[in-house]
């Protein structure tokens, strides 16, 4: 494989590239016009010969042929290796956006068909009708038959889709249409009135559930179609000259190797965004690299449009380091650090450097404190994060609330600051107080505690210790919160092995928005907590 020098590269590549956009369709495209019109050089990666849109070409500067072989380096200075059409380059770019178009499969098997010259993908029909008015497209009385989610749901997106090219059809052409459907699925914006319209047209819609009808190919390539009405308990059969399907939409061919290269964490499907709220629209667990469009989920072609201006936005505030909140740094002490790799592993945002000693990166780092838990050697401290000593001897019964009686249970309660902390802010606006004898302590992600801090809690004197994560999939750092339940299911068997109860340790899923139901979860909790003390 021929390797480019960088003199050769500067040559070719003037300007340097800013941002490198994977992708080439519609929204990749118009993420890099609309970096270039706010003053970014956006370079769009193909893996095809693809090339721009009439008169868009001098709005990007296009890499095709293009492979992902490497990813180094972290926000503000990525260092990607890919391979042009046999040749190696070395682009380093402050930021990456990763807009893939999604893979449409059309759905001939789930109504017995298969492929023919008269059974059109919606994908197809859309293409055939971009570029024709609906009206050249079909003879006169042409009978048109949709296709959608009969034994499985299709998503509102599609349904959406083809609701508009049965709209567009039956309003605009000498056709007649029928919608024949399933469950449909209307959430898409618009849909639904695009059902009252098409109806208004024209457009005959059926609508099945159990008995779905047979399809049967004639042998001048039309079909006939025999259902049941399920409310007249009728037999009927129904001519059509074309039949539209549905489809199913997933990840990009090629998504799965730019996510695993770009160390992007994926959701159950494949795209390339997990199923994490806190990640939407655009973010990914790595800062600096962004998620659009068919790269991130199922969106319809105009939410696809409406996705790149919204990254482009999130892209130019994290260029201008408007993205940026004040975080506590954290530090990994030399001479204590036994190079393990335990933080690099486990760390979700890849801020772990390994050079010639190990050093957490800032512009990476977001501060969830999940290497502080898991360090073995203790060696990684996070500026301001109070769980050491001083905060366990506050548990201590002569130390904590003054004037509570002798009796009073003694419990520790850790919460993430971003669900549990906003919480217990919300339970204190609304008159609530911590029962007597409790202490609340926010920490910056539930994965910041160990097995070894709760341990420490009981150690100091506490009656029972409840941690407070987020719900699953609503975690700022991905998996702190399953890291946290892991900690506490190793800290209840070592109890266990003390004589002490298991019950008096917790875990609890908690929102932000959960300010009176955390305030019941602590009291019920300190009423346990009595009970096992015999008070």
Partial sequence: ??????????????????????????????????????????????????????????KRHWLTGVELTACHGFANNFELKLTEKGSLLHQHVPAIVLAEDDDRCPNYAPYGLSPNPRVLSISSLEEKMHPASPQDLFDNGTQIVFLCGWHNDSHPAI????????????????????????????????????????K???????????????????ADGRFEINYLDELTRTDFQLKADWIVVDETIGPGRHLDALAKGLGINQDGIGFAQSDNVRRLSNATNRRGIFVAGGSRGILSDAEQLADADQVTLNLLAFLNNQDAEPLPPVAIDRGR?????????????????????????????QSCGICVAACPARAIDMQ??????????????????????????????????????????LSRLAGHRLPKGVLFVEVPCGGTISSQHLLAAFDAGADGVMLCTCHTDNCQSEIGNQLARKGADAARILLQAAGVESDRLTVASVAANMGNELTFMIDAFVDRIKALNGS
């Avoid at 393990?340 to 800032?362: E, F, N, Q």
């Avoid at 509570?404 to 919460?415: C, I, K, L, N, R």
């Fill in 1 to 58: 494989m021929e390797e480019r020098p960088d003199s050769d590269l500067r040559k070719q590549a003037s300007p340097p590239p800013e941002v490198i956009v994977f992708g080439s369709g519609a929204c990749a495209q118009k993420i890099a016009a609309n970096l270039y019109d706010h003053g970014v050089n956006a370079w769009l990666a193909a893996r095809g010969d693809a090339s721009p849109a009439a008169g868009q070409g001098e």
């Fill in 159 to 198: 349904a959406q889709r083809m609701l508009t090219a049965c709209h567009r059809l039956q309003n605009r052409s000498p056709v007649t249409t029928y919608f024949m459907t399933g469950n449909l699925k209307v959430a898409a914006n618009g849909a639904e009135a695009l059902v009252h319209s098409a």
């Fill in 200 to 218: 208004r047209s024209g457009a005959l819609f059926l609508k099945f559930t159990d008995n779905f009808p047979t399809i049967q190919t004639r």
């Fill in 337 to 365: 650090c036994a190079r393990c790799l335990t933080c690099h592993r486990l760390c979700p945002h890849k801020a772990i450097d390994i050079g010639d000693h190990m050093s957490v990166v800032a512009e990476a780092c």
């Fill in 384 to 425: 301001g994060v109070n769980i050491g000593r001083a905060v366990y001897q506050r548990i201590k019964k002569s130390a904590l609330n003054d004037g509570a009686p002798q009796d009073t249970s003694q419990v520790m309660v850790f919460g993430c600051t971003r669900s549990a902390g906003q919480a217990r802010a």
